[in-house]
């Protein structure tokens, strides 16, 4: 079956960087998207960024200027590089893939990795 597996969270001081991992494995095809979800406490999940596999880029307001999402089709792994990081974003950050079988679309999460911006 397919699975995503984040890596790469942590915790990091103001103005520090993180880079996330997301490997995916079990399909035979390419993801067609593959993105960047957040969800803080007390807040609903949100788009951050997505990429898809032409790397047409799309970029929360939030975000944009900071973070940089980029993947390896051949490896169907999707990376974000979040640079100058505030603490408004920490947030358990979630993978997300979509497959294209046909007319029908799928949906993939993976469990998701906590970053932390804290003093």
């Known amino acids: 079956q397919v699975q995503l597996v984040e890596s790469g969270g942590g915790l990091v001081q103001p103005g520090g960087s993180l880079r996330l991992s997301c490997a995916g494995s079990g399909s035979i095809f390419s993801f067609s998207v593959m993105g960047w979800y957040r969800q803080a406490p007390g807040k609903h999940r949100e788009l951050v960024a997505r990429?898809?596999?032409?790397?047409?880029?799309n970029y929360a307001d939030s975000v944009k200027g900071r973070f940089t999402i980029s993947r390896d089709n051949a490896k169907n792994t999707v990376y974000l590089q979040m640079n100058s990081l505030k603490p408004e974003d920490t947030a358990v950050y979630y993978c997300n893939a979509g497959l294209l079988r046909g007319t029908t679309q799928y949906n993939y999460w993976g469990q998701g990795t906590q970053g932390t911006v804290s003093s």
């Open positions: 990429i898809t596999s032409g790397t047409s880029t």
